[in-house]
């Protein structure tokens, strides 16, 4: 189901695309660290050393890479959701200075993915999953509801819609006002 599917073509808030982003890279984390969790039974060797030296280092190093991709959209999330540099630097204990060099680029790449959802990523690659966040969000919203969903371990009530019941929709009368 798309946005044009369900007849409502009111655009998501940026604040709501940005959580969304958010939730995707969370998702990311939490898939690539489940996958290190089980012992492979071809994994270790009689001896105890591995059959494939270096495969879970580089496991590893993906997961940490997602986790930084997470870290990066929590704060864009909060400086589209209104936080100011120093209120981030507070949080991270570093200087306001310190967390817009640290997180600006990536918050300009997020503005800009807005404005051109055909958009170019920051090596120049065009990066698919932003262009269908940015065109149905919708549509990613509910594959995280599926994935919520379907790991939930039964100690929350998180309802039918746990990401795109969240998603707020930009509401067009106050825009047409603000432009008037």
Same mark, same amino acid.
């Given at each position: 189901?798309?946005?044009?599917?369900?007849?409502?073509?009111?655009?998501?808030?940026?604040?709501?695309?940005?959580?969304?982003?958010?939730?995707?890279?969370?998702?990311?984390?939490?898939?690539?660290?489940?996958?290190?969790?089980?012992?492979?039974?071809?994994?270790?060797?009689?001896?105890?050393?591995?059959?494939?030296?270096?495969?879970?280092?580089?496991?590893?190093? %993906?997961?940490?890479? *997602?986790?930084?991709? @997470?870290? !990066?959209?929590?704060?864009?999330? $909060?400086?589209? /959701?209104? +936080?100011?540099?120093?209120?981030?630097?507070?949080?991270?204990?570093?200087?306001?200075?310190?967390?817009?060099? %640290?997180?600006?680029? *990536?918050?300009?790449? @997020?503005? !800009?993915?807005?404005?051109?959802? $055909?958009?170019? /990523?920051? +090596?120049?690659?065009?990066?698919?999953?932003?262009?269908?966040?940015?065109?149905?969000?919708?549509?990613?919203?509910?594959?995280?509801?599926?994935?919520?969903?379907?790991? !939930?371990?039964?100690?929350?009530?998180?309802?039918?819609?746990?990401?795109?019941?969240?998603?707020?929709?930009?509401?067009?009368?106050?825009?047409?006002?603000?432009?008037?």
């Amino acid at each position: 189901m798309t946005e044009s599917d369900t007849g409502t073509t009111a655009p998501y808030t940026d604040a709501a695309r940005a959580r969304l982003v958010m939730a995707y890279e969370a998702c990311e984390v939490a898939e690539r660290a489940r996958a290190a969790v089980p012992i492979g039974e071809h994994e270790l060797q009689p001896d105890g050393t591995t059959r494939s030296p270096g495969a879970m280092l580089a496991d590893a190093a %993906r997961v940490l890479s *997602a986790a930084q991709r @997470f870290f !990066e959209a929590a704060a864009v999330f $909060e400086r589209v /959701g209104g +936080a100011d540099w120093q209120l981030i630097g507070d949080v991270l204990e570093v200087s306001p200075h310190t967390a817009r060099v %640290r997180f600006a680029m *990536a918050e300009a790449g @997020f503005r !800009e993915g807005l404005l051109f959802p $055909e958009g170019i /990523g920051a +090596a120049g690659e065009v990066t698919r999953l932003r262009v269908c966040m940015a065109r149905e969000p919708l549509e990613t919203a509910l594959d995280l509801d599926d994935w919520v969903l379907r790991h !939930e371990d039964g100690d929350s009530d998180l309802g039918t819609t746990p990401v795109s019941g969240g998603l707020v929709r930009t509401d067009r009368r106050r825009r047409i006002e603000k432009h008037s």
